[in-house]
């Protein structure tokens, strides 16, 4: 199973908004309603920010949401602050009964 | 609070095996899926294998099969990985998570397989 597609890098001014794309084939992404998106900082933990394509956990600023067209999910960050500033890795379920996770994207914020 | 706890990681030397363990506690352990997954030294993050509540159903990652086995003792609210024929490629941290679709991380465990 290869990786999802995800840019290496992504950034953005505080209080402006950015977009990850996390690229998958329809064998994932594509063909199920099942991708997650986690956020993670340097020396930390990875944590849930959204699940199945467009959900927010509960605690999880309204600041962050999801979509997903055809083999592409987005995530996407509006009024961005500098807590923002991490790894962003997306995930989707396989027809193959596993789970497989974009490369990461690093997000600046300027 | 879910709170999962990883132990067993380490040195260890390629060919060797060890036995990671998480412990739960926070939630009904044996409601969940459990799910192993690792990150390389400045790596991206790798989904490794799940396991149903029962212990009944497994899955891993292709690279992985026949070398790494999931297991869980629900009675004692934890979960393992037993990984054998270790190669210095496995080397990263070992993340405890629960769920099928995965919803809580530990702090992880790191392992380096080096001579």
């Known amino acids: 199973q290869s990786a999802l597609t995800q840019p290496a890098s992504v950034s953005g001014s505080p209080g402006q908004w950015i977009t990850i794309s996390c690229t998958g084939t329809?064998?994932?992404?594509?063909?199920?309603?099942?991708v997650s998106w986690y956020q993670q900082h340097p020396g930390k933990a990875p944590k849930l920010v959204i699940y199945?394509?467009?959900n927010r956990p509960s605690g999880v600023s309204h600041r962050f949401s999801g979509s997903k067209s055809g083999n592409t999910a987005s995530l996407t960050i509006s009024g961005l602050q500098a807590e923002d500033e991490a790894d962003y890795y997306c995930s989707s379920f396989t027809s193959i009964k596993n789970w497989v996770f974009g490369g990461g994207t690093r997000l600046t914020v300027l | 609070e879910v709170q999962l706890v990883e132990s067993g990681g380490g040195l260890v030397q390629p060919g060797g095996s060890l036995r990671l363990s998480c412990a739960a506690s926070g939630f009904t352990f044996s409601n969940y899926w459990m799910t192993w997954v690792r990150q390389a030294p400045g790596k991206g993050l790798e989904w490794v294998a799940n396991?149903?509540?029962?212990?009944?159903?497994?899955h891993y990652v292709d690279s992985m099969k026949g070398r790494f086995t999931i297991s869980r003792d629900n009675a004692k609210n934890s979960l393992f990985l037993q990984m054998n024929s270790l190669r210095v490629e496995d080397t990263a941290v070992y993340y405890c998570?629960?769920?099928?679709?995965?919803?809580?991380w530990g702090q992880g465990t790191p392992v380096t397989v080096a001579s």
């Open positions: 396991i149903i509540q029962d212990g009944g159903e497994k």
């Open positions: 998570a629960r769920g099928w679709a995965v919803d809580s």
């Open positions: 329809n064998s994932d992404v594509g063909g199920y309603k099942y």
């Open positions: 199945e394509v467009s």
